[in-house]
């Protein structure tokens, strides 16, 4: 099925530098969503984003809506290490009754203490 | 705790057997939608229930099944399990009919076939 490109695939830092990756699709969506998978969990949602150039932030994780409506960005601050697990991007086009979600393929996010 | 439970955690099966996987949505939830992540394919939707009818339709194989029912909880049925269906299953839930993108998602049932 579609897919989005998640980048980079995997990260491996240090803990404290901030963090910054990225999903682009082919199509235009009118929603991006960001889910974080802790290893053995299901996906959680972190930010959700409905309108093109939108920037949203949930403590310190910010989130954007690209202009153009086919790409959607994730930035961590200071990470520490609970920030460890996979990011999924996922898009929607919510036209309609088709509302299926698109996901990427996670980056996979290591924090060395 | 996302409030959506999966069964059994772990499964270990032979090819050619049925499983079946169960999921509680969380209290209130009327949708659950089931999704296949397997390491090279990420997350794939299978298929979505609303109130106990079937919504959304994604990816499922026709040796898959699922069924929602009157107390909400779903069911999805896998037979003529073949190596490549050994995967993480997840179940999600959703208050609404229409997918909001906002879902909650259980630990999930790792199926192993032999």
């Known amino acids: 099925g579609q897919q989005l490109n998640q980048s980079p695939q995997s990260m491996f830092i240090q803990e404290g530098e901030d963090v910054s990756m990225n999903c682009t699709s082919s199509s235009i969506f009118n929603t991006w969503l960001w889910y974080k998978q802790d290893p053995g969990e299901g996906p959680v949602l972190l930010i959700a984003l409905y309108k093109a150039g939108e920037l949203t932030s949930n403590g310190r994780l910010t989130a954007q809506f690209g202009i153009t409506r086919k790409d959607s960005f994730l930035n961590i601050s200071a990470s520490i290490p609970s920030d460890v697990g996979i990011y999924f991007c996922a898009g929607q086009n919510r036209a309609g009754n088709n509302r299926k979600l698109i996901w990427g393929l996670g980056t996979s996010l290591a924090v060395n203490p | 705790d996302s409030g959506v439970t999966q069964t059994p955690k772990h499964l270990i099966t032979a090819t050619g057997q049925r499983v079946t996987l169960r999921c509680s949505p969380r209290s209130g939830d009327l949708s659950v939608y089931w999704y296949q992540q397997s390491l090279d394919q990420g997350l794939q939707f299978l298929i979505q229930?609303?109130?106990?009818?079937?919504?959304a339709k994604g990816n499922i194989l026709e040796r898959f099944s699922a069924q929602q029912f009157p107390d909400l909880h779903s069911e999805l049925n896998l037979s003529s399990l073949e190596l490549g269906d050994s995967a993480l299953y997840f179940c999600?839930?959703?208050?609404?009919?229409?997918?909001?993108?906002?879902?909650?998602f259980g630990e999930g049932s790792r199926l192993t076939v032999l």
């Open positions: 999600a839930s959703s208050v609404a009919s229409l997918n909001t993108g906002e879902l909650f």
């Open positions: 229930y609303y109130n106990g009818e079937e919504r």
